[in-house]
């Protein structure tokens, strides 16, 4: 998986929780895209719940109504597709039928255990500090115990205080891009094994796309390449301007 500066196996990737933080243009979703991008290179499915319209780009099915069967969009990914849940118009019905669906996909990994990831944009809007839905606790339960069960998480927020604790702390990998908030520097110091201070000066000098990349004790600067977005298609009928 070629990231920019930074290149992981499959391997060393697969069944894990990654945190994916950083404050808004410092580069994060590139990261998210691009590790997403990577993985379906590698034949790993994902389901992507995309609040801003962020990843449509992806070589992935696109629902963005949720009138459909939950079981219809788990059967997609069991067959070793991607999806990406469009949820910009956020609404009861929308959070019902994530609720639904990734219980059914809880329960169906019970059978398939079939190696994919959850990524969650926006993961303190689903999996919040101190608050709790139903939607929370399956979402809680896949992060904790889905391991076992062949799924993977990766969470991206730019709000890292306000990630539920009890996952972004057992997170196994963690990429960390430029904070200003005080209480998110804070998390990045219950993360990492260096001193405050040097923390802070490591933070202070980060440019958009750089990130502390830290896994298994390993702690270095990295630098994400930049997401290839596939070309738009021309519509039927349609001239490309020169």
């Known amino acids: 998986m070629n990231l920019g500066t930074l290149t992981l196996e499959k391997d060393q990737v697969i069944r894990k929780c990654v945190a994916i933080l950083g404050i808004r243009g410092s580069g994060k979703s590139n990261t998210a895209k691009v590790f997403a991008e990577e993985l379906i290179k590698e034949k790993i499915p994902l389901v992507i719940v995309d609040p801003d319209g962020e990843y449509r780009e992806l070589d992935a099915v696109v629902f963005d109504r949720f009138n459909v069967d939950p079981e219809e969009v788990v059967n997609i990914l069991?067959?070793?597709?991607?999806?990406?849940?469009?949820?910009?118009?956020?609404?009861?019905?929308?959070?019902?039928?994530?609720?639904?669906?990734?219980?059914?996909?809880?329960?169906?990994?019970?059978?398939?255990?079939?190696?994919?990831?959850?990524?969650?944009?926006e993961a303190h809007e689903f999996i919040p500090q101190g608050g709790r839905t139903p939607l929370s606790d399956v979402l809680v339960r896949i992060a904790l115990r889905g391991r076992k069960r062949g799924i993977g998480m990766i969470l991206v927020s730019q709000r890292s205080a306000k990630v539920n604790k009890d996952v972004l702390t057992q997170s196994e990998?963690?990429?960390?891009?430029?904070?200003?908030?005080?209480?998110?520097?804070?998390?990045?110091?219950?993360?990492?094994?260096?001193?405050?201070r040097e923390i802070e000066t490591e933070i202070k000098a980060m440019e958009t796309g750089d990130a502390i990349f830290y896994k298994d004790g390993e702690l270095k600067k990295v630098r994400i390449r930049k997401f290839e977005e596939l070309p738009l298609l021309l519509q039927e009928g349609e001239k490309a301007e020169i």
Do not use: C, M, Q
Not at 175 to 196: G, Q
């Open 173 to 196: 990998i963690y990429f960390l891009h430029k904070v200003v908030h005080p209480v998110d520097v804070r998390v990045y110091k219950e993360i990492l094994p260096l001193k405050s």
């Open 78 to 121: 069991i067959v070793g597709k991607s999806v990406v849940l469009d949820v910009n118009d956020w609404n009861d019905d929308v959070f019902k039928f994530l609720t639904a669906f990734f219980n059914v996909l809880w329960e169906t990994s019970k059978v398939y255990r079939k190696d994919l990831f959850v990524l969650l944009e």
